[in-house]
């Protein structure tokens, strides 16, 4: 089988270092250096020279922002039988590119943030397959994500975003809202280290992915969410209500359970 992968960050590094052994691969990215890894596959010097190494799939992993941007510049080089593959972490627009290119795609969401995640044990990660995607195409990355032992879900391209609002913004709001009150003098405890290394690793992503996670369509009902809760600890902390306060923490340990 022969195999394009577009964009060699992170993950699309990893994915293409997991896929080489097993196809023709073939590599790209704005960033020539970042393909040096890669000895044995072909160095594609632009999108055009997709038509002479004619991919049976081409798995797009460059910025969410440019996803879109980067099929539409492709498809001229592509046959109509190439398989499309992103691997956005919100799918926005996505599927409405995929209807009007009438073309066959599978989508996947691996949920392992390269930031965080430990890339060479995967074990018990999670990963998402849509259920509109090509049967082909997903069961080929079934397959490919069982050999890491993830655990696969299935859903929609509109249940996947309701998702990422809960998955996504949630921990990122919550993030946010602590780097919002760091103190450089403070004097950090295990608790606060914990959640300044996490605060870091989210913040550590670009402006335009942190953008796109909070506004996706269902995220802003997350963030109410959010200030609701805030606001009733405020009321609580107030009134120094400690018989509230115990149900406040027995609720919270019940949610984490």
């Not at 798995?59 to 992103?86: G, H, M, R, Y």
């Not at 949920?111 to 995607?133: Q, R, T, W, Y």
């Not at 082909?136 to 050999?147: E, I, N, S």
């Not at 655990?151 to 780097?179: E, G, K, Q, W």
Request: with cysteine; net charge neutral.
């Amino acid at each position: 089988m022969k195999i394009a992968v577009i964009g060699i960050g992170k993950m699309g590094s990893w994915l293409a270092r997991s896929i080489q052994g097993e196809c023709d691969l073939a590599v790209y990215d704005m960033d020539a250096t970042r393909l040096a890894p890669f000895q044995k596959a072909i160095h594609l010097k632009s999108l055009m020279d997709l038509a002479d190494f004619s991919p049976q799939i081409f798995i797009n992993t460059v910025s969410l922002q440019n996803t879109i941007d980067v099929f539409k510049e492709a498809l001229s080089c592509l046959s109509p039988d190439c398989l499309l593959c992103d691997l956005a972490s919100i799918k926005g627009e996505i599927p409405e590119f995929y209807r009007g290119a009438g073309r066959r795609f599978v989508s996947i969401h691996p949920m392992f943030g390269p930031n965080f995640a430990d890339l060479d044990c995967l074990k018990h990660e999670n990963a998402v397959i849509i259920s509109e995607s090509d049967p082909a195409g997903a069961a080929f990355f079934q397959d490919f994500f069982l050999r890491f032992k993830l655990n696969i879900f299935t859903c929609s391209f509109a249940d996947h975003d309701r998702m990422m609002a809960y998955s996504l913004t949630l921990p990122f709001v919550s993030s946010m809202v602590f780097a919002a009150n760091v103190d450089s003098r403070t004097v950090p405890g295990t608790t606060f280290k914990k959640h300044l290394e996490v605060a870091r690793g989210v913040l550590s992503e670009n402006d335009q992915l942190l953008s796109e996670v909070l506004f996706n369509p269902y995220s802003l009902s997350q963030v109410e969410k959010v200030a609701r809760k805030l606001d009733f600890l405020t009321h609580v902390i107030r009134a120094r209500d400690y018989e509230e306060a115990a149900k406040v923490f027995r609720g919270l340990r019940k949610n984490l359970t």
